[in-house]
């Protein structure tokens, strides 16, 4: 049996009772795989890479060490959250590196996509790698591998051309030869949230919607700079509050800000006022290949551009993304 084919009578868990009995499952795995042994986990607080880690800390507790690394290029709250639920509630052995300075840095002056995405991808290795390096005695690196990233590679196995460099930040480098722990590798997305949920992982952080490895970094458009990152921050934060009270956060499988390397003129308090637009974008897909674009409804829209234009420094003006997937890609780069 290949280990990484799902078994054609594995049921789909879409119930807490089915969730229990995997948790049960993989506990006694992990545990009869890693021994008394010490095991790595690039811990970013997506979906993924959560739920791998409240299971592995039911099944082994401390010898699980979580390395979550902020590149300062994550959403407003995210990070605090990681230390909060892992560091705190779960008492969890929880490495926290801030390394925002080294990437934006590093990323100062460089406006192309891919090359970003690059440095992004590239400077998050280094940093995980030496934080590992200072850590004893580790056999093991658990992944946050699920079944879509599987079908994905077989695809890419075969040869279809990648639009993007959709690396996940969190790859290793291959020199490091740990022995793997996927614990979540023949499940579907609905089905890690449930197993999230029923390991008590607060639902926000379960139903998170996807954010890109590069994080931020791809929606401050162009070269970053810290003013606009933070710009691009606060709204994207104030988007994600306003859509959380109109009952759309769940609805919508996607939606962020973006905010492009232009200014406008624009006016406030009577003065000449330059400052960035905001551009909201808000899709809905079913693999991310194709999307359509949701529609929001007006008062929510003008709610978010008030208190966007009114609360964030630096942004004059709001855009709402109309282009379905194609011809715009999700992302804006
Ligand atoms: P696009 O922009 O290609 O996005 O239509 C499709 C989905 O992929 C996410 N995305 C990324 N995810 N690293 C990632 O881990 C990346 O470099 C990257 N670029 C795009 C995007 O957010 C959307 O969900």
Not at 4 to 29: C, G, H, S, T, Y
Not at 52 to 81: D, F, P, T, Y
């Amino acid at each position: 049996m290949n280990p990484n084919v799902r078994p054609d009578d594995m049921k789909r868990i879409v119930n807490f009772e089915l969730a229990n009995a995997f948790i049960d499952e993989q506990v006694a795995a992990i545990r009869a795989q890693v021994g008394d042994k010490k095991v790595l986990l690039a811990l970013s607080g997506g979906v993924d890479s959560s739920v791998v880690a409240a299971l592995l800390i039911k099944a082994i507790g401390k010898q699980l060490v979580c390395v979550h690394v902020n590149h300062g290029l994550m959403r407003k709250g995210e990070s605090e959250q990681v230390i909060e639920v892992f560091g705190k509630t779960l008492d969890a052995n929880l490495v926290y590196v801030d390394a925002t300075d080294r990437f934006l840095d590093l990323l100062a002056g460089v406006s192309d996509p891919e090359k970003k995405r690059k440095i992004i991808g590239g400077e998050f290795i280094k940093v995980f790698d030496e934080e590992a390096s200072k850590l004893e005695g580790i056999s093991f690196l658990a992944q946050g591998t699920i079944y879509p990233d599987i079908l994905e590679s077989i695809k890419q196995a075969e040869g279809k051309k990648a639009v993007k460099s959709h690396h996940n930040v969190g790859g290793l480098p291959e020199e490091m030869a740990f022995e793997l722990v996927e614990p979540i590798k023949l499940l579907f997305k609905d089905e890690v949230r449930v197993v999230g949920e029923a390991l008590g992982l607060p639902h926000a952080m379960v139903y998170r919607q996807p954010f890109p490895g590069p994080g931020l970094g791809v929606r401050c458009l162009g070269a970053i700079t810290r003013d606009r990152l933070h710009a691009l921050r606060e709204a994207d934060a104030i988007l994600r509050e306003e859509f959380d009270n109109a009952g759309l956060a769940e609805k919508v499988w996607q939606y962020f800000i973006a905010v492009p390397d232009i200014k406008s003129v624009g006016v406030k308090d009577e003065s000449r006022y330059e400052g960035w637009p905001a551009i909201i974008r808000a899709i809905n897909t079913k693999d991310a290949m194709s999307a359509t674009i949701e529609e929001i409804p007006y008062a929510v829209l003008h709610k978010i551009t008030a208190r966007i234009t009114s609360e964030v420094e630096g942004i004059n003006r709001v855009l709402y993304d109309l282009t379905p997937k194609p011809t715009g890609t999700i992302e804006w780069e």
